[in-house]
């Protein structure tokens, strides 16, 4: 079945230091990839998302590249900030004739900014 | 309404008892999306409702789990005789079921069964 793979954490980074949060897939079909959100005692939400190979999705500062060839989707960001800390979700979506499948999510990576 | 919202927000219940969670999806939104997210499973999706058709029910986790959509809109989740295992929060969330399409998230129902 498919499959999302990311590091667990919690990942402990200082103020403005560089981020990379791995997420590796895999799909029987051509997923869309998708990077969600959820901060402290909030609900989730879409932080950006890519449809084909080599889509850069980007917002707030994240990015994350669609890989085809090493199915994988890592999160970077170059700076992170105190209000970074939340826990970051990987997903991926298949379409079929009916419409767009539920998301497949990764486990999370709790993320821990100090200052 | 701007976004999905969820109602109740908190719901506690005994062994045994009934529950009803509702979701009242994006206006104008065609799918409709149920997941569950506790601490030993992570997020696991349930059902997804493409108008009133739910092409998917394979997430649904016993037939003790039911969901209808009625009206293309508003989505009930009903659990029957609710176990303990079932406690955690149930999030739905809606899209434009288009390939490629995001899903924008509701806040939840923490739901405790005692």
């Known amino acids: 079945g498919d499959s999302v793979t990311q590091m667990e954490g919690p990942v402990t980074l200082s103020e403005e230091a560089f981020l990379t949060i791995n997420c590796t897939y895999t799909?029987?079909?051509?997923?869309?990839l998708f990077w969600y959100v959820q901060y402290p005692g909030e609900g989730l939400q879409l932080l950006l998302k890519a449809t084909k190979a080599d889509d850069k999705g980007s917002n707030k500062g994240f990015e994350a590249t669609y890989r085809k060839e090493t199915t994988s989707f890592h999160l970077e960001k170059g700076s992170v900030q105190v209000s970074d800390s939340a826990v970051y979700f990987c997903?991926?979506?298949?379409?079929?004739?009916?419409?767009?499948?539920?998301?497949?999510f990764g486990k999370g990576t709790h993320l821990i900014i100090q200052p | 309404g701007a976004g999905v919202s969820q109602s109740p927000s908190n719901k506690v219940t005994e062994k045994g008892k009934d529950v009803e969670l509702r979701c009242d999806p994006i206006?104008?939104?065609?799918?409709l999306y149920w997941y569950r997210q506790s601490l030993g499973q992570g997020l696991e999706f349930l059902i997804y409702f493409q108008g009133n058709s739910a092409p998917d029910k394979s997430g649904l986790p016993s037939d003790r789990f039911s969901a209808e959509r009625t009206g293309g809109s508003v989505s009930t989740l009903t659990i029957q005789r609710t176990q303990q295992e079932d406690s955690a929060v149930y999030l739905c969330?809606?899209?434009?079921?288009?390939?490629?399409?995001?899903?924008?998230f509701g806040p939840g129902t923490r739901l405790l069964v005692l």
């Open positions: 206006s104008g939104h065609t799918a």
């Open positions: 799909a029987t079909g051509y997923p869309s």
């Open positions: 997903a991926l979506s298949l379409y079929s004739g009916g419409g767009a499948d539920g998301l497949t």
């Open positions: 969330a809606s899209s434009w079921g288009l390939a490629g399409g995001a899903q924008y």
